[in-house]
């Protein structure tokens, strides 16, 4: 079973443009988080999606949205390209979504996102 | 102040030592998670616990849920133990992560 997938895993953009990261879950695994992670930082909450809905948003400018797909699959949109936009952004998938019971999650080896 | 504090920032180790990484937290949490991170930037979930200790080969993860304080132990340490290992808290729909712990193991 593939796990948590993620595309591009590198990425080039000029400040300004848009762009586009792509996720796809473990099968079966209905939420899907995103995180963003400077260099030297720890990873930032940005969105959790469950059953194609936003369950959960951090701190993070309206130029950065996302959305989950029927198939669960998601896409993080950031419009706007700033330099310090450049880090890791890492997706990461889990059966449902937390509460009563926790579920664990398993991480996708990132978008290495790279703004000039 | 952060919600989640690891210590030390950065480890230096020689091969065989036992290592310990301490995570205190602020928050009310479900669960707290132990990840490992390689420099190509895929994290790994090491451990999941709500509660005492878990065991996995040589990694040992404990958890005081009144004192808020994890530890992550690592026995007979090894080179390719060398990573950033990091503390994340578990809330209703995110993880909110500490900064990490540089662990370098030399031969």
């Known amino acids: 079973d593939a796990g948590v997938t993620q595309s591009p895993t590198h990425l080039i953009k000029t400040r300004g443009q848009h762009v586009t990261l792509r996720c796809s879950p473990i099968?079966?695994?209905?939420?899907v988080s995103w995180y963003q992670q400077v260099l030297g930082q720890g990873p930032q909450f940005i969105f959790q999606?469950?059953?194609?809905?936003?369950?959960g948003r951090g701190n993070f400018p309206d130029r950065f949205s996302a959305r989950q797909f029927p198939n669960y699959s998601s896409e993080l949109n950031v419009n706007a390209l700033l330099l310090g936009d450049s880090a890791l952004y890492l997706c990461?998938?889990?059966?449902?979504?937390?509460?009563?019971?926790?579920?664990?999650?398993?991480f996708g080896s990132g978008t290495r996102l790279t703004v000039v | 102040k952060n919600e989640v504090e690891q210590s030390p920032q950065n480890l230096t180790a020689q091969e065989g030592e036992f290592i310990t990484i301490n995570c205190s937290y602020s928050?009310?949490?479900?669960?707290l998670h132990w990840l490992q991170q390689h420099p190509g930037g895929g994290i790994v979930s090491l451990f999941m616990?709500?509660?005492g200790k878990k065991k996995h080969g040589r990694l040992i993860a404990t958890i005081n849920i009144q004192e808020k304080h994890s530890s992550l132990h690592i026995t007979a340490s090894h080179p390719r133990d060398s990573a950033v290992y990091i503390c994340?808290?578990?809330?209703?729909?995110?993880?909110?992560f500490g900064k990490g712990t540089l662990l370098t193991v030399n031969p």
């Open positions: 990461a998938s889990s059966l449902r979504q937390g509460a009563l019971r926790v579920y664990g999650y398993t």
């Open positions: 099968s079966g695994h209905k939420s």
């Open positions: 999606y469950y059953e194609k809905e936003e369950r």
């Open positions: 928050v009310g949490i479900s669960a």
């Open positions: 616990l709500s509660s």
């Open positions: 994340a808290v578990c809330g209703n729909y995110k993880l909110t």
